[in-house]
C-alpha cells in the first residue's frame, strides 16, 4: 500500500512527533512538497504533505493561521510538516489550533530531520508500492494465463473475481451474460445489458464506467462502481467483459484487469477463426442437402452439425437490401447463434451475399430467438432509423428434415416473398397455409392486373346503363345460383342472365369457364375497399 502519515511517523529516523489530526493518519501521502509561500495551493495537486519553516508566514497569528490552514484543507493537502528550531523553537499554539480546528494532521519535525530525509522516505515507499504492485499484476497475469489455458474464459473470471475482490462477467455478441464468477453475480451483471449493448456500438478498444446495482445478492457484497470493456478487434466487438469492484482498482488489479482483456481478446479470436471454418463445413453441408444428398451432408457434418441433422429442423432465410447485408445479418447471425451456444443447441448458420442462411432446432432456443428479434424489430426505430435491422426481411420454413430439407428451402424463401410484400420484417411459412390467401392480393401488381380486368365493366357502370360490377360480384358469391344471387341485388333472375350475358360480351370470356370464374373473383376481391 503506499506511504501514510501513520507510516512516517512510526519510521524511526525521522522522529517526528503528532501534534493534530491523530485520526487521520492513516491517509495516503502521494508526495512531500516544501514551499515557504504564503499561498502554495496553487502549486498543489492534492493528497502532498507539505512542509515549512514558516519563514515567510507569522505563525503566532491566530487569524492568519485559520486562513492558512483552511486553504491547505480545501486544496486536498493531507498533512503539514513544521520544522522547529529554525524560526520558531516550538510549534506555535496558534497553528496547532487552527489545525485541530480544520482536522489537518500535524507533524512537528525536529531541527535534526532535514525535510530531504523525509522526501526521500516517501519516494521510497512509493517506489515500493509501485514494485509490489508491479510484481504482484505479473502474478496476476500467469495466474490468469494459467486459467484460460486449463479452463477458458470461465477460468479467467474466476481468477479475475478474486485479484480485484469483487465479481467479473462475459457477456456474448447479443449482450446476454454466458458467465460470471461468483456464481451470485449473474443476476447483477444481466441488469447492464442496456449499457454493454451501448458500449457494443462503440469501435473496440472501447471501455465505460458505469453505476452497478445498490444492494448485493446471493451473499455477494455491495459494489457501486463497474467497469466494462469491449472484447475483440473488429469495429463491433464479439463480446464484454463487466468488473464490479467496491472502489476503483489499484495499480496491481488494473494489470489484472487489462490481462483478462487481452486473454479473452485471443480467445475470441481464436474462436471466430473457427466459427470461419465451421462456417465452411456449414455451406458444405446446407448444398448437400438442397442437392438431396442427406447422407453425405450427414457424413461430412459429423458430430459438429449431426444432431441438428437427426431431429425436425426450421430452415430460416433472412434478406437484407444489397450492400447493407452486414449489418442486419450479422446481428441475427449473432443472435441465434448465442441463443442456440447458451442452450446446448447445434445450429448451421450461412451467409450468401446479402442472404443468410439458418438450419435450427424445430421448438429451439435458435428459432425462438430469431422470431424475438424480428418482433422487437417490427415497428420499431430499425424499420425506420438506419439501424441494424433496416431493410431486414426473414421468412421461415416448416418443420422439415433432411430428405425435404430443398422443399423447406422454398417454403422459407415463399414465406421470405410474402414478408417482404407485405412490409413485414418475418413470416412463418405456417402462417400463409393457416391463414387466407386475401392479404397475397395486396400485391401492386395484382391490384394492376384485377384494376386492367374489371376496367371496363367499371366504364360501363359508369355510363349509367347498368350495374354488373355488383351483379358479377353477387352470381359469383352465390356459385351461379340465378335465385339467389338476383334476390340479393333485388332484381329478377332474367335481369340478372342479361347482365351476365353483357359481361361475357364486354370482356370477351366466357362465364363458363372456371379459371375465368376464379380470376374474376380474386380481382373482385384485390379491388374490394375491404378487401
Not at 489530526?21 to 509561500?37: C, I, M, N, Q, T
Not at 475483440?232 to 483478462?260: C, F, I, K, M, W
Not at 441465434?336 to 421448438?363: F, I, K, S, Y
Request: charged share 25%.
Amino acid at each position: 500500500m503506499p506511504p501514510t502519515l501513520a507510516s512516517l511517523v512510526h519510521h524511526s529516523a525521522l522522529k517526528l512527533t503528532v501534534r493534530a489530526g491523530e485520526d487521520r493518519l492513516d491517509v495516503p501521502v502521494r508526495w512531500a512538497h516544501v514551499s515557504e509561500l504564503a499561498d502554495p495551493v496553487p502549486y498543489m495537486e492534492g493528497g502532498e504533505l507539505l512542509l515549512v519553516t514558516a519563514l515567510k508566514l507569522d505563525a503566532e497569528d491566530p487569524e492568519a493561521m485559520h486562513r492558512y490552514v483552511k486553504r491547505l484543507a480545501g486544496a486536498g493537502v493531507v498533512g503539514l510538516g513544521f520544522a522547529v528550531g529554525v524560526n520558531y523553537e516550538a510549534v506555535p499554539d496558534a497553528l496547532v489550533d487552527a489545525a485541530r480546528a480544520e482536522g489537518l494532521p500535524l507533524l512537528e519535525v525536529p531541527r535534526r530531520t532535514p525535510f530531504l530525509a523525509i522526501s526521500k522516505a516517501v519516494s521510497a515507499a512509493i517506489a515500493a508500492d509501485q514494485y509490489r504492485a508491479v510484481t504482484a499484476g505479473f502474478a496476476a497475469q500467469r495466474e490468469l494465463t494459467r486459467q484460460a489455458l486449463s479452463h477458458g474464459p470461465e477460468g479467467v473470471l474466476a481468477a479475475l473475481a478474486a485479484q480485484v475482490d469483487g465479481w467479473a462477467a462475459l457477456y456474448d455478441a447479443s449482450g446476454a451474460v454466458v458467465a460470471a464468477a461468483p456464481e451470485w453475480a449473474g443476476r447483477r451483471a444481466a441488469r447492464l445489458t442496456a449499457d454493454v449493448e451501448r458500449l457494443r456500438e462503440r469501435p473496440a478498444p472501447a471501455s465505460a464506467v458505469v453505476g452497478g446495482p445498490a444492494q448485493p445478492e446471493g451473499g455477494g457484497r455491495d459494489t457501486d462502481r463497474v467497469e466494462l470493456h469491449s472484447i475483440g478487434t473488429t469495429r463491433r466487438p464479439r463480446a464484454a467483459l463487466a468488473v464490479g469492484t467496491a472502489g476503483a482498482p489499484g495499480t496491481a488489479e488494473r494489470y489484472a484487469v487489462h490481462s483478462a482483456v487481452a486473454l479473452l481478446t485471443l480467445t475470441t479470436e481464436r474462436s471466430r477463426s473457427l466459427h470461419a471454418a465451421e462456417q465452411r463445413l456449414g455451406a458444405a453441408v446446407l448444398r448437400m442437402l438442397l442437392a438431396g444428398e442427406p447422407d453425405h451432408a450427414r457424413a461430412v457434418a459429423g458430430d459438429l452439425y449431426g444432431g441438428l441433422l437427426d431431429a425436425p429442423f426450421r430452415m430460416i432465410v433472412a434478406e437484407a437490401p444489397a450492400g447493407r447485408g452486414a449489418g442486419p445479418l450479422g446481428t441475427l447471425g449473432e443472435v441465434v447463434e448465442a441463443a442456440a451456444a447458451r442452450a446446448g443447441e447445434a445450429v448451421l448458420a450461412v451467409p450468401d451475399g446479402d442472404r443468410l442462411v439458418v438450419l435450427a432446432t424445430d421448438g429451439g432456443a435458435a428459432v425462438a430467438a430469431c422470431l424475438a428479434h424480428a418482433a422487437a424489430l417490427e415497428g420499431g426505430p430499425a424499420d425506420t432509423g438506419g439501424g441494424d435491422g433496416e431493410g431486414l426481411t426473414v421468412g421461415l420454413s416448416a418443420p422439415s428434415g433432411p430428405i425435404a430439407a430443398s422443399a423447406a428451402y422454398k417454403q422459407a424463401e415463399q414465406a421470405l416473398s410474402v414478408a417482404r410484400r407485405r412490409g413485414r420484417v418475418c413470416v412463418e411459412h405456417e402462417q400463409l397455409a393457416a391463414g387466407s390467401v386475401l392479404p397475397l392480393l395486396a400485391d401492386d401488381a395484382v391490384r394492376a392486373f384485377a384494376d386492367g380486368l374489371l376496367r371496363a365493366l367499371r366504364e360501363h357502370d359508369a355510363t349509367g346503363r347498368g350495374d354488373l360490377v355488383a351483379s358479377l360480384r353477387a352470381w359469383l358469391s352465390r356459385h351461379g345460383q340465378w335465385d339467389a344471387a338476383a334476390a340479393d341485388l333485388g332484381v329478377h333472375r332474367h335481369t340478372l342472365r342479361y347482365r351476365m350475358r353483357r359481361v361475357e360480351e364486354i370482356l370477351g370470356r366466357s362465364l363458363d369457364d372456371a379459371d375465368v370464374r376464379m380470376e374474376l373473383w380474386l380481382a373482385l376481391k384485390a379491388t374490394a375497399p375491404d378487401s
